[in-house]
Every structure is written in C-alpha cells, then in structure tokens.
C-alpha cells in the first residue's frame, strides 16, 4: 500500500492538475508530443528492421563467396591470389557445415539464333548454383552433375535472354549459337527482376563451367572467378567460414596473415545494414527526445508560475509546521504527476497512430514493453528534474512574508 | 506564580537591515509567560507586536537576546526543528483566517497532522472530527472555505490550531475581520481553551478585545511598556 504521506501528496497534486484543466493540458503537450514520437519511431524502425532481416536472409544471408585473390593492405585493391585445384574443392564439399558448392566462371560472348545476334554475359557453374542463388526453372530442366562432368553443350537462359531470343516462342530443345558453337536450350529461369541497382539479373546464360570453359580452350581451374557455398544455416555460417579458410591454409602451408585467397560472406553487409538502422533509430529517437526537454522546460515554467501563485499557501502551510522537505515533495509529485500524465497519454497516442502508420506504410510497428517503461520512467524522471529548481525555491520561501501574499 | 515559565525573552532585540539603514523594531524585550496565562499584547501598528508575535511563534530570530521556549534556547534550532515546534506545541489563528480555499474545512483542520512524525501512524479524520467538534462545527466538515461565513471559518482555523494539541495559542487579531457579535462568540471560544489549561497569547489593537485577557501587556515605539 502507498504510505498515507505519499498518497496524501498524490492527491493534493491532482486536486491543484484538476482545478486547472486546459493549463495542466497545455503543460503536458510538449511531454506528449515527445513521447508520442518516440513510441512511433521506434515501433517503425523496429519494425523496419525486422523486414530488413527478413529480406536480407532471403538474399541469401547463408551464402558464402571463395575468391582466388588477395586482398591488399588497404582492402580496397585486390591482386590475383592462388587458383583452387578440384582436390581443395572436394574437402571444402565434403564439410558437414557446407552444404552446397558452386564454382563460377564467367564471361561475355556473341549469342545468335536465327536473326538475332546479342554478345550475352555467360556463367558457368553446377548443379548447386540454383540451390543457393535460389533459382527456379519456368519451363525445362537446370544443369546435372552429368552436364558438367561430360561438358555437355547445353544451356539455361535467363528470363531476358529467352524474351530476347525467342519471344513467344518455346525455346526447350531449340539449339543457339554461343560463339558459334550450337548449344542446346534446356530450361528458362524464373525472373527476378532488376537488382536495387539497376541491373537486369535475368539477362545472362547459363552454362556447366566444364562447357564454358571447353567453349574458350581455357583450363577449368583457373578460370574460376568465385566459389559459391551454401552454409547449412546462418548460425553456422561463422564456423563454415573457420573451416573453409582453416582447410585451404593446411593444404597451402600458409602460417600468419598471407592468405592468397579471400572469404567473405554477406553477413557483414547484413550487419551494416541493420548497423545503419540502429543508428538511424538513435538518431531519430534523439530528435524526438529535444521536443520532451522542451517539455520538461514547460513544465518547470508552469511550475514556477504555480509557485509564486500559490505563496501565501506556501506560507500557511509553512507556518502551519510543515518542513523545507514536505513543501519540496508537494511540488515534485505535481510535476512528477502532470508529466507522468502526459508520458500515459503519450503512449497510448504513440501506440494508436504507430499501428494506424504500420497499415499505411505496410511494414509491421512493433511497441515494444521496454520502450513503454522507458517512456514511463522518462517521462516521470523529467517531470521530477525540471521540478526540483520551482519546488526548491517554494521550500525556501520566507513564511511571514509569504503569509501576507495575497 | 511558581511554575517556571513556558516562553521567556530576555534581552530581545531586533534589527531589520534595510539597504544601508538598520531599523530596529525591539527594544531590549522581556517577557515571561507562565503555562495557562492568557495574554494580551496590546499595541499601535507599527509597535512591534507582529514581529513580537513572530519571534514568540519560531516564524522569525532575535537579532539579540534568548528566548527560551519551554526551557530550551530556540536560537540554536535549526528551520525544521522550528518548525516541529509550530506543527507540535503552537496553534496559529490568524485575523484573515488563513484557510486553503480548495480544501474542505476538514481538510483544512487535518493539515498540520500531515507534517508531524509523531502522528504518522493517527487517525486523521478522527482527530480532526474531535478538533472540529470542540469548536462546534460538526455539521460543516465537507464545506468549503467560501461556503462559510467569517466566524465559522474562524472557528475552522481555530480547529486546526487545536488539532495537534499544542499547549500556546497564538491569535493574531483573531476578530480583527469579524462583526463584534461573532468576535464576542470566538473570544469566549478563546477563553474556554484558556480554562481547559492552553497558554493563550493575542495580539491586538483593540483595548476591548485586549480587556478580556487576564493579562494586559503594552508595547510602543518597540519597547514593552
């Protein structure tokens, strides 16, 4: 239960909140309006960042990228490391954390059927390319582990390619000429559009890498640019990394930081970008706050009015036997209660237009309990900072002068 | 009389400082009052007597001189412990009544239980229902302030300065704003308290509410005549 001298104050401070209605109400706006922006903005941003991380898994947030160079000092140049021979390949497969494994080899040669004629970007890889770019076929099939080892001369088209060539018509079973050499058409990807950027990711053709490079008279391990892999979920992406680069420095000897190959993943970028979102929540939590300062300095303005409004009580309860320490706490609680008023308003408004705000941007707005407390207690605490200065300068009224006020 | 005395100046003197000019108010004041006296201080304005009065409530400090209350010097007190003394031991009754406007009269009389540690634990209303009753004013708890007349919240007032049970009355121009037919019932109210053992001590310029004190103490131009 509330000790009655704490109860008593309470309702002394709503009785003087009360007899002042449209003041009290036009005191507690700015804590409001500061409150109210806080709830929305941080149920938006946590909902945004939400979203974010739920995009940013599909994006494939398991995919693991093996480069055959060398990042320089600086990071931002890189220099032709060591190529992976298939024996490497092979243990880095054979990982329990690794589940799939795509080499990549790329380049851009003329394409033709009947009268068109395009240079094209073409991508040699496996089986397991579709598995971890997530792409599905439309019509047709996609590339089998026999392609590749046979060198087989067919090919995949892109969404784009497939328009581009064919149009309406069915291109499985169609042979195409890529760089004059007859290739056999057996399936057509699903499209997926341009990229943030601006880059058409259906426009290309896909080969098994063993065709591209027997189609370029180029040796089939050094010509790999990247190799794709597919950790077995993101928690063991950090460890699939450890023992991918763990493998390659044993059968290298490579002892110390001179690794000729590099290893990254998109989980940096995942972390930057919900990194971005935090600091723009920090940022915008922040702005919010200077309109509950503002608040606070209203509050302690009203205060000091009521101060000096009300001297002669002051002085009758001074006289009255009550001490500096009463007459401090009678002023705190008011304050206290008039913010701690507009703190409740201001959640419930936050809480009410962030849900209306979450439908029209349709990303979800997430009010979390801990941004409720923090309101709360926000709220109270800036009632009772500002506070402190009018309720001190109460308490330290002279009472025979204050008795006289009229 | 025998006992020794409840409130004692000895030497009383006070200076006002105003800018460059000291103004001083008392005069070399001595004065013993004696538990269950009922004293009169009697003076023109501009005599003293209210800062007479202030000094013999704790409001105010002699610049020199003791005032000894109930024995103990009151000038090594701190603000609160001044205070402990006007909430326990001295009712105040004021000529303007001094009521808190948006209280009710029970309220009101209840306040100075609300500041005082020995009665944390007290029955509040209790106390002030007696406190209210002593004065006659049982049927009027839930008004408030402006839905009373002068006398009747005169007598609110004097109710609160009894609730605590303090043994000094302190009245400042208790009829100062009242007809004389309600100063003649609050002045007898006075009296009563006076008989049932409280130090009553009014401040005045009236010689005929003074008259009715038991003691008549002149004061002019600061000095105790």
Redesign the interface.
């Known amino acids: 239960m509330i000790p009655k001298y704490i109860l008593s104050n309470l309702v002394e401070a709503r009785i003087n909140l009360f007899r002042n209605k449209t003041r009290t109400l036009l005191t507690s706006l700015g804590i409001i309006i500061g409150i109210t922006s806080v709830i929305i903005l941080i149920a938006i941003t946590n909902g945004a960042k939400s979203v974010i991380e739920t995009q940013l898994t599909s994006l494939g947030a398991k995919t693991i990228m093996l480069k055959p160079f060398v990042r320089t000092g600086s990071g931002f140049s890189t220099a032709r490391g060591q190529d992976f021979n298939e024996k490497e390949l092979n243990l880095i497969k054979s990982l329990d954390s690794v589940s799939y494994l795509a080499p990549i080899v790329k380049d851009s040669k003329t394409v033709n059927y009947r009268s068109v004629s395009q240079i094209v970007a073409l991508v040699g890889s496996n089986s397991d390319f579709a598995d971890i770019n997530d792409w599905r076929n439309t019509s047709g099939s996609f590339i089998t582990p026999e392609d590749v080892q046979d060198g087989s001369k067919v090919c995949v088209l892109g969404a784009t390619n497939s328009k581009r060539f064919f149009g309406a018509e069915n291109p499985i079973g169609k042979r195409i000429r890529i760089n004059g050499i007859p290739h056999e058409v057996i399936g057509v990807l699903e499209p997926k559009g341009l990229t943030p950027g601006g880059r058409d990711q259906d426009d290309f053709i896909l080969l098994p890498y063993s065709s591209l490079n027997r189609l370029l008279f180029r040796p089939d391990m050094s010509s790999i640019v990247t190799v794709l892999m597919a950790a077995k979920s993101s928690d063991e992406l950090e460890y699939a990394k450890f023992s991918i680069k763990k493998i390659l420095r044993e059968t290298r000897n490579i002892n110390g930081n001179n690794d000729n190959f590099s290893i990254s993943s998109y989980e940096n970028v995942t972390k930057k970008i919900l990194n971005t979102t935090k600091i723009l929540r920090i940022l915008l939590t922040s702005i919010a706050s200077i309109s509950l300062i503002v608040g606070g300095i209203g509050i302690m303005n009203i205060m000091l009015v009521s101060v000096t409004e009300r001297t002669k009580e002051i002085g009758i309860r001074i006289t009255i036997g009550a001490k500096s320490r009463d007459i401090v706490f009678q002023f705190l609680c008011e304050s206290a209660l008039l913010s701690l008023t507009g703190g409740i308003v201001g959640v419930i408004l936050g809480f009410i237009i962030s849900q209306i705000a979450s439908t029209i941007i349709g990303w979800p707005a997430v009010v979390s309990a801990t941004s409720v407390l923090i309101a709360f207690f926000f709220s109270g605490g800036i009632g009772i900072f500002f506070g402190i200065y009018p309720a001190f300068k109460a308490s330290k009224l002279d009472p025979i002068k204050a008795i006289r006020n009229e | 009389m025998s006992s020794s005395p409840s409130l004692e100046l000895s030497g009383i003197n006070k200076i006002y400082k105003m800018g460059q000019i000291d103004l001083q108010v008392l005069f070399d004041v001595n004065l013993h009052i004696y538990p269950g006296d009922f004293v009169s201080i009697i003076g023109p304005s501009g005599s003293g007597k209210t800062t007479l009065l202030?000094i013999l409530?704790c409001?105010?400090r002699p610049t020199s001189g003791v005032y000894n209350f109930f024995g103990e010097d009151v000038s090594s007190k701190t603000?609160?412990q001044m205070?402990?003394i006007?909430?326990?031991r001295i009712g105040?009754i004021?000529q303007s009544f001094?009521l808190?406007p948006?209280?009710t009269a029970l309220e009101n009389v209840i306040?100075?239980l609300?500041?005082?540690d020995r009665h944390?634990n007290s029955n509040?209303k209790k106390m002030g229902l007696e406190a209210l009753d002593l004065v006659g004013l049982s049927d009027r708890i839930g008004h408030y302030p402006n839905e009373l007349s002068g006398g009747q919240q005169q007598r609110v007032a004097i109710a609160?300065a009894l609730v605590?049970n303090p043994e000094i009355i302190l009245a400042d121009e208790p009829t100062g704003n009242l007809d004389s037919k309600t100063s003649d019932d609050i002045m007898s109210l006075l009296k009563n308290l006076n008989s049932d053992g409280k130090t009553v001590i009014t401040i005045t310029h009236d010689n005929e509410i003074a008259s009715q004190a038991a003691e008549i103490i002149k004061i002019k131009d600061g000095r105790v005549l």
């Open positions: 202030n409530a409001l105010d603000n609160d205070s402990e006007r909430n326990l105040f004021f001094n808190i948006r209280h306040m100075p609300h500041y005082s944390k509040f609160r605590t």
